[in-house]
């Protein structure tokens, strides 16, 4: 036998005997990378859980005030700005009604934004190619990330929202939910899911392509603040590649926001119920009742929140992750 392969193996030059060699970035098999940027997926996880926790607390009480100007009444609304839905939440209920349903976007918008931002790493990893300038990964990434933890944040949105404007239709959290449970089944914390999809799928493909496009042009124009590389970049360049985001991306998908809302607190407070969760049907009863200008009602609060809060996002979830980073390269060191 010995022989036989030494006579085989004599037909061949040595060098077609060579493994064949791949590109650096070759895989055989797309899987969970146990680390992105330096850091592991757990901390992308943690990182994203405390930067979304913080952005929505902080903006609370703006995305009050635009759930309440979106809410749909069954009778037609007159226009109402800003100052004015504040000073009604305010003169009905009292400062305490901004931040009604602030628990349930605790517990909904920790483990969201954890699936989202470890999503769009590994997502924006594989599809990038290594090119830090390819836009299209960093919008479809984006679109993955959401379609996942538009998943798991959605029951808890449809909870928050159906409390904001409950005024004392719910005693708190868990009755929303037992409720909710009991008389309309659990199909109803889903009843926005599809329109969630379609209007964050557009939303984070905007954002995040806006993000990184914005990040990589201050980079270019204010090197002072980068520092010594992409792990040092300054949090102003965080937190203004976000605002401009978030505000953009607010901005274009605000018809899809309403009719989320819509479907969410319909048969709440004189919200009108519809008889099915038809995209279509909910437009056209919006334009029937409200014109064209309700698709565009609470456009500017909307804005307003996540010009900011996703300033805020960006700018914790950056920090956190540098935080990481180097108590990785502090143990690797050690």
Same mark, same amino acid.
């Given at each position: 036998?010995?022989?036989?392969?030494?006579?085989?193996?004599?037909?061949?030059?040595?060098s077609d005997?060579?493994?064949?060699?791949?590109?650096?970035?070759?895989?055989?098999?797309?899987?969970?990378?146990?680390?992105?940027?330096?850091?592991?997926?757990?901390?992308?996880?943690?990182?994203?859980?405390?930067?979304?926790?913080?952005?929505?607390?902080?903006?609370?009480?703006?995305?009050?005030?635009?759930?309440?100007?979106?809410?749909?009444?069954?009778?037609?609304?007159?226009?109402?700005?800003?100052?004015?839905?504040?000073?009604?939440?305010?003169?009905?209920?009292?400062p305490s009604?901004?931040?009604?349903?602030?628990?349930?976007?605790?517990?909904?918008?920790?483990?969201?934004?954890?699936?989202?931002?470890?999503?769009?790493?590994?997502?924006?990893?594989?599809?990038?190619?290594?090119?830090?300038?390819?836009?299209?990964?960093? @919008?479809?990434? &984006?679109?993955? !990330?959401?379609?996942?933890?538009? /998943? =798991?944040? $959605? #029951?808890? *949105?449809? +909870? %928050?929202?159906?409390?904001?404007?409950?005024?004392?239709?719910?005693?708190?959290?868990?009755?929303?939910?037992?409720?909710?449970?009991?008389?309309?089944?659990?199909?109803?914390?889903?009843?926005?899911?599809?329109?969630?999809?379609?209007?964050?799928?557009?939303?984070?493909?905007?954002?995040?392509?806006?993000?990184?496009?914005?990040?990589?042009?201050?980079?270019?124009?204010?090197?002072?603040?980068?520092?010594?590389?992409?792990?040092?970049?300054?949090?102003?360049?965080? @937190?203004?590649? &976000?605002?401009? !985001?978030?505000?953009?991306?607010? /901005? =274009?998908? $605000? #018809?899809? *926001?309403? +009719? %989320?809302?819509?479907?969410q607190c319909?048969?709440?407070?004189?919200?009108?119920?519809?008889?099915?969760?038809?995209?279509?049907?909910?437009?056209?009863?919006?334009?029937?009742?409200?014109?064209?200008?309700?698709?565009?009602?609470?456009?500017?609060?909307?804005?307003?929140?996540?010009?900011?809060?996703?300033?805020?996002?960006?700018?914790?979830?950056?920090?956190?992750?540098?935080?990481?980073?180097?108590?990785?390269?502090?143990?690797?060191?050690?």
């Amino acid at each position: 036998m010995a022989t036989e392969a030494a006579t085989a193996a004599s037909k061949f030059p040595e060098s077609d005997l060579r493994p064949i060699p791949q590109p650096p970035d070759f895989h055989p098999a797309i899987v969970v990378p146990a680390q992105t940027n330096g850091l592991r997926f757990w901390q992308l996880m943690v990182a994203g859980s405390i930067a979304g926790s913080v952005e929505h607390m902080a903006m609370f009480p703006v995305d009050t005030v635009k759930t309440h100007m979106q809410a749909l009444r069954s009778c037609p609304i007159k226009p109402v700005g800003i100052s004015q839905a504040f000073r009604s939440i305010i003169k009905t209920d009292g400062p305490s009604a901004l931040y009604r349903g602030i628990w349930a976007m605790g517990l909904g918008a920790g483990p969201a934004h954890a699936v989202y931002f470890s999503f769009y790493e590994v997502s924006k990893k594989y599809l990038s190619g290594g090119n830090p300038n390819n836009s299209a990964a960093h @919008a479809v990434s &984006g679109v993955f !990330a959401t379609i996942a933890s538009d /998943a =798991v944040f $959605t #029951p808890m *949105d449809m +909870v %928050k929202q159906r409390l904001q404007i409950g005024n004392g239709t719910y005693k708190g959290v868990w009755d929303c939910i037992r409720r909710v449970t009991r008389e309309e089944g659990f199909g109803a914390f889903y009843a926005s899911y599809r329109t969630t999809v379609l209007m964050n799928a557009p939303f984070t493909a905007v954002h995040f392509a806006t993000y990184e496009a914005v990040k990589r042009a201050l980079r270019e124009i204010s090197p002072e603040h980068v520092g010594g590389g992409d792990e040092e970049e300054g949090w102003l360049i965080y @937190a203004t590649a &976000g605002a401009a !985001a978030g505000g953009l991306a607010a /901005a =274009v998908t $605000t #018809p899809l *926001d309403v +009719v %989320k809302t819509q479907l969410q607190c319909q048969g709440v407070c004189g919200c009108d119920r519809f008889k099915s969760s038809s995209i279509s049907d909910v437009f056209r009863t919006i334009v029937k009742k409200d014109g064209y200008r309700g698709l565009a009602r609470g456009w500017l609060p909307r804005m307003l929140f996540h010009a900011p809060a996703a300033a805020i996002c960006w700018s914790t979830y950056e920090t956190v992750k540098s935080f990481f980073q180097d108590v990785n390269g502090d143990s690797n060191v050690a």
